[in-house]
């Protein structure tokens, strides 16, 4: 059975530091997602990541892909408060039905000042 | 240009009645996908279509799921008989087909209670 374990699951910090966000899978992948969730809304893609080595950085959020680790991290520079929501990898496994994207339980991350 | 659209965002019904939720995707996906979100389950994949053909039925969850989509594009996801454990939020996302991924772009969400 495919696993996603994101960790860690609830992040509390504050304004201006810095902290990576974790996700491992447990089956072969080329193809990991990252979305952003605010409270009461839908998921919001953040970014796509298609090949081993990939990194791909918006703002204050990048991400990389580790395919041989089956790991993927979300890291965050400098906090501030509007990146607080909850935040969700999802794998796509290899050689499974096109998009069938499995997800990890989320990172809820709330930036305090 | 307009997103994923659902209907209606928010439904109650009563334990033992039939309920339809709707998806319209982003004009020219040609995926389209259902997910359900509850608190105990996390985010879980119940059923993806390609065209108006389903490849993919091994999320749904019970029999009591059934799901098509028309044209192309509106997609319906029905639950029959409705328990009180099919209260979640029901997401549909869409995608275009290519090797860039299938980045999956999301509606807001059916929230589904039954009583």
């Known amino acids: 059975e495919l696993k996603v374990e994101q960790n860690p699951l609830f992040l509390s910090m504050q304004e201006g530091k810095n902290y990576t966000i974790y996700c491992n899978y447990s089956?072969?992948?080329?193809?990991l997602y990252w979305y952003r969730q605010d409270p009461g809304k839908s998921l919001e893609s953040l970014f796509v990541?298609?090949?081993?080595?990939a990194v791909k950085q918006e703002g204050r959020l990048m991400a990389s892909l580790d395919t041989k680790a089956r790991l993927s991290t979300l890291h965050i520079t400098a906090a501030v408060h509007d990146l607080s929501a909850t935040y969700f990898c999802?794998?796509?496994?290899?050689?499974?039905?096109?998009?069938?994207?499995?997800f990890g339980k989320g990172t809820k991350l709330s930036v305090k000042p | 240009g307009a997103g994923v659209s659902q209907s209606p965002s928010n439904k109650v019904t009563e334990k033992g009645k039939d309920v339809e939720l709707r998806c319209d995707p982003i004009?020219?996906?040609?995926?389209l996908y259902w997910y359900r979100q509850s608190l105990g389950q996390g985010l879980e994949f119940l059923i993806y279509?390609?065209?108006?053909?389903?490849?993919?039925k091994s999320g749904l969850p019970s029999d009591r799921f059934s799901a098509e989509r028309t044209g192309g594009s509106v997609s319906t996801l029905t639950i029959q008989r409705t328990q009180q454990e099919d209260s979640a939020v029901y997401l549909c996302?869409?995608?275009?087909?290519?090797?860039?991924?299938?980045?999956?772009?999301f509606g807001p969400g059916t929230r589904l209670t039954v009583t």
């Open positions: 999802a794998v796509e496994p290899y050689g499974g039905s096109q998009g069938n994207l499995i």
């Open positions: 996302a869409s995608s275009l087909e290519g090797w860039e991924g299938y980045e999956q772009y």
């Open positions: 279509f390609q065209g108006n053909s389903a490849p993919d």
């Open positions: 990541l298609l090949s081993n080595g």
């Open positions: 089956t072969t992948s080329d193809r």
């Open positions: 004009s020219g996906h040609t995926a």
